[in-house]
Nanobody, 122 residues
Framework: QVQLVESGGGLVQAGGSLRLSCAASGLTFSSYPMGWFRQAPGKEREFVAGISWNGGSTYYADSVKGRFTISRDNAKRTIDLQMNSLKPEDTAVYYC???????????????WGQGTQVTVSS
């Protein structure tokens, strides 16, 4: 069974940085695009960042572009999300996911981690 485990969340002051990691097992990691999504209380799940199967292409939500960086290490079967210049509106549970095709739509992702909480205080 595919398992995705996120880590690295926590409480940080506005303007600070966090690095999230996601470790994958149960799949041929390098064969799939991956993504990060987030969901804040009372809000719909939203796309944050995606990366192609070989890491050659990355794409970001407008709200995080220039502040967040997604990367992957196929040998270690991990994807990371470096989050800089954090804002209170970045507060959410962050999820990593396995996709079928590069996409900003959750419907194109088949497997999801349990999530890690990120809280940004002002």
């Amino acid at each position: 069974q595919v398992q995705l485990v996120e880590s690295g969340g926590g409480l940080v002051q506005a303007g600070g940085s966090l690095r999230l990691s996601c470790a994958a097992s149960g799949l041929t990691f390098s064969s799939y695009p991956m993504g990060w999504f987030r969901q804040a209380p009372g809000k719909e799940r939203e796309f944050v960042a995606g990366i192609s199967w070989n890491g050659g292409s990355t794409y970001y939500a407008d709200s995080v572009k220039g502040r967040f960086t997604i990367s992957r290490d196929n040998a270690k079967r991990t994807i990371d999300l470096q989050m800089n210049s954090l804002k209170p509106e970045d507060t959410a549970v962050y999820y990593c996911a396995v996709g079928r095709v590069p996409s900003d739509s959750g419907t194109d992702y088949d497997y999801w981690g349990q999530g890690t909480q990120v809280t940004v205080s002002s």
